[in-house]
């Protein structure tokens, strides 16, 4: 930024400042058309072809999947009496007008042990007392609709896709749907039965409810805090106020222009608000402490202004462009949601350090300045460093123990991993994968000739041997449906007998599903009901099933297919993604240091503390076992622009002092820049790294671990700038 650009923005500041406020404005007026689209699905679906393979999976078998799932859980075990409550309870739910029908033991079409295998309603088929060991023994009962203890049933149910009467699909609210389960059904049953809801809507609208809650709750806090800290570190309303609000207007702003161009806020852009807090105001506070300083010595307002732009506005523009490259880095991989999160971080970036540099000195050379009030410094007498060999055993001793933490360092994501453990939608989960089987299904396509007798046979040893794998609780196939249309032989069956079982199953009609193969028996889908056991263990179980297909025959072959799977690799791209981008960020940034300051050895210097932090907030994730996630990967991402603002900042200062005071040495530079830009630095990373605490209030675990990672960083990043920088700039002799 040069003498010319800054007399401008000076004259310009009351249309600045007036313009800022009107863009503020207008961009909270956008705010109620931003679109939301804080879905999982948005991380689960990597891109377009991925997604279209799954889709004309899906096409050729049609899913049964439900809507929702009701629970009705008896103080005894199910008899004849509990069947009747529960069709009457099924009958209640089917007359809603987003239901389209229910499943349950009540109406449930099975083939009787004895007689004509035809399909019957499954309480026809036993005796009185004989409910829950009928259904215990029935392989597509057992753990589906009757829970292992038998006294607990499923209700599944089906939202309405056409139209009816009294119901418009166009209308289907998922939410307002769920409100009516949740407020209506826990009345439908006797006051002795209990009754719980499941369902993947209900799980996504939890996450929803609590990851906007949070976001609001960690911002306000955030926002409160430092509304408290600043007045005691400025002293001044100009200082305190002025960051504060700049930086609110900034998020305002972000969020305008993803409004106005019409990108949706996904659930990965949870951590753009605080990219916002974090860069905005650091720069913020760097810029008028700097300017206070000078004013102190000056008493000349305008000339402390462009001080402090000359000086810190420099550092800024090389920390903005540095965190913006980073993120910009993520451009290049192959998942659509990735790419557009890196797009909409990089430019809330450049726009916040637009507003800052841009409004900050507006509104200083607007308000009022009648007497200097220098801020309060930090007395830190370790400010002047030494002990080069304390200084390096304890860097090694710190390093070796985060190399520890590394390597127990475990990649992992879960599909309930966002929500608290003691969350009733995630306690009714876990209680329900206990007593029944996973809610998640893992799925595979199987080719060939479906009806021949060893292939048959094939198939039935793959589901027996899969099902032993931790996680797998339940399975599902066309096997199974031909021998329940033969009333369940245990015997091995011929080909005779296998056709035999197909034609009954075409003839059955809607009494049985033909969602398990297609109309000529040469394909068939095998469903596997699994419990929330995380990407690492499905990617696990997919080479398993891919090891017990390598023995099939060659008549048929096995293959996993469905959504997911493609969600467990998605997600473990994310993450993949992330860490290359972290890394090329890394090499970006060092190569643009060396660029600008015109010193291989400044950029191979810089890298120390820039890597530092980042490594040994990912060793404590592995002492606290907390797996590497996506939302963890967002958080190095963060934490990289907070390592990279403080090396730039003591950088600048040091070649500053050594252009003004050639004759100096480095040491005296150096101690000079610390007694400066470190004091700073201690300063809002005090501010920074207290405000990041915030985030523990949360119960949204990114936003929580936010608050654990980032405040590491930010103290091993100051420690590493005060204390280790300067040893190897001075070691060094750096010249820029």
């Not at 057992?142 to 599944?156: C, K």
């Not at 309405?160 to 009467?165: D, G, L």
């Not at 637009?354 to 009648?370: F, N, S, Y």
Request: glycine fraction near 6%; proline fraction near 5%; hydrophobic fraction near 50%.
């Amino acid at each position: 930024m040069g003498d010319r650009t800054v007399d401008s923005l000076l004259r310009l500041r009351v249309p600045v400042v007036l313009g800022f406020l009107a863009l503020v404005a207008c961009s909270a007026s956008l705010l109620p058309d931003l679109p939301l689209e804080l879905g999982i699905d948005k991380l689960l679906e990597p891109n377009r072809d991925e997604l279209e393979r799954v889709e004309e999976f899906y096409e050729a078998f049609r899913p049964d999947l439900d809507d929702a799932i009701v629970v009705l859980t008896f103080p005894h075990q199910l008899d004849r009496a509990a069947l009747d409550e529960i069709e009457r309870v099924g009958r209640e739910i089917a007359g809603f007008p987003e239901v389209q029908d229910v499943t349950s033991l009540a109406n449930v079409r099975v083939v009787s042990s004895s007689g004509l295998p035809l399909p019957r309603a499954f309480p026809a088929t036993v005796d009185d007392q004989a409910v829950v060991e009928a259904a215990q023994q029935h392989p597509l009962l057992r753990r589906t609709l009757l829970s292992g203890d038998g006294r607990s049933t499923v209700i599944r149910i089906r939202a309405a896709r056409e139209p009816s009467a009294t119901f418009d699909p166009h209308g289907f609210d998922p939410d307002a749907f769920f409100d009516r389960l949740l407020e209506e059904v826990p009345q439908l049953p006797s006051e002795d039965v209990e009754a719980r809801i499941l369902g993947g809507g209900l799980v996504v609208r939890t996450l929803h409810g609590h990851m906007l809650r949070d976001i609001v709750r960690t911002i306000g806090l955030e926002l409160l805090f430092f509304a408290v800290l600043l007045p005691f570190v400025f002293r001044t309303a100009r200082g305190s106020l002025l960051p504060l609000l700049v930086v609110a207007g900034s998020i305002v702003l972000n969020f305008g222009w993803m409004a106005f161009l019409g990108f949706p806020l996904t659930i990965i852009d949870i951590a753009v608000p605080g990219l916002v807090v974090i860069i905005g105001l650091c720069d913020a506070i760097h810029l008028v402490h700097r300017f206070e300083e000078a004013f102190a010595q000056t008493h000349d307002k305008m000339a402390a202004i462009r001080t402090s732009l000359l000086t810190v506005g420099r550092a800024c523009f090389h920390t903005s462009f540095t965190t913006a490259i980073g993120f910009l880095s993520l451009a290049v991989t192959q998942h659509d949601t990735v790419v557009a999160f890196g797009i909409k971080a990089a430019t809330c970036v450049v726009v916040t350090f637009l507003v800052v540099v841009t409004v900050v000195p507006a509104g200083l050379a607007l308000w009022p300045a009648r007497r200097a009030l220098p801020p309060r410094r930090v007395q830190l007498p370790g400010l002047r460093w030494g002990r080069p060999r304390l200084t390096f055993a304890v860097v090694v001793g710190v390093l070796f123990l985060a190399g520890l933490g590394v390597a127990r360092i475990n990649v992992d994501s879960h599909w309930l991993e966002e929500l608290p453990s003691e969350d009733p939608v995630v306690e009714d989960i876990a209680w329900f994968e206990e007593q029944f089987s996973g809610i998640l299904q893992l799925e595979a396509l199987v080719e060939g000739d479906l009806l021949d007798a060893d292939a048959f046979r094939a198939v039935e040893t793959f589901q027996r041997e899969l099902v032993k794998e931790d996680g797998i609780s339940r399975s599902e196939a066309y096997t199974m449906w031909i021998r329940e249309a033969l009333g369940n032989p245990e015997e091995p069956i011929d080909r005779r007998r296998i056709e035999s079982g197909s034609r009954r199953l075409e003839a059955a009609g809607d009494a049985f599903p033909l969602h398990m193969t297609d109309s000529e028996f040469r394909k068939g889908r095998l469903v596997f009901a699994i419990t929330d056991v995380g990407a690492k263990r499905l990617l696990e179980l997919r080479d398993r099933m891919a090891a017990l297909a390598a023995d099939l025959p060659p008549t048929v072959t096995i293959e996993p297919q469905g959504y997911t799977l493609m969600a467990s690799r998605s997600t473990q791209t994310v993450i993949r993604a992330m860490s290359e981008s972290l890394l090329v960020s890394v090499l970006s940034i060092t190569v643009f240091i060396c660029l600008i300051y015109r010193s291989i050895r400044i950029g191979l210097v810089s890298l120390v503390p820039n890597v530092m932090p980042l490594f040994i907030a990912l060793g404590l994730s592995g002492w606290l076992g907390i797996d590497l996630r996506i939302g963890g990967a967002l958080i190095y991402c963060l934490g990289l622009g907070l390592a990279v603002d403080d090396t730039i900042h003591i950088i600048s200062r040091y070649l500053q002092e050594k252009r003004s005071r050639p004759d100096s040495d480095a040491d005296t530079a150096l101690q000079v820049a610390l007694a400066s830009s470190g004091r700073a630095l201690v300063t809002t990373s005090i501010i920074l790294g207290t405000g990041t605490l915030c985030h523990l209030v949360s119960s949204f675990r990114t936003l929580n671990e936010v608050g654990i990672l980032l405040f590491t960083v930010v103290v091993t990043a100051l420690a590493a700038d005060l204390w280790v920088l300067p040893h190897l700039l001075a070691r060094r002799r750096t010249s820029p």
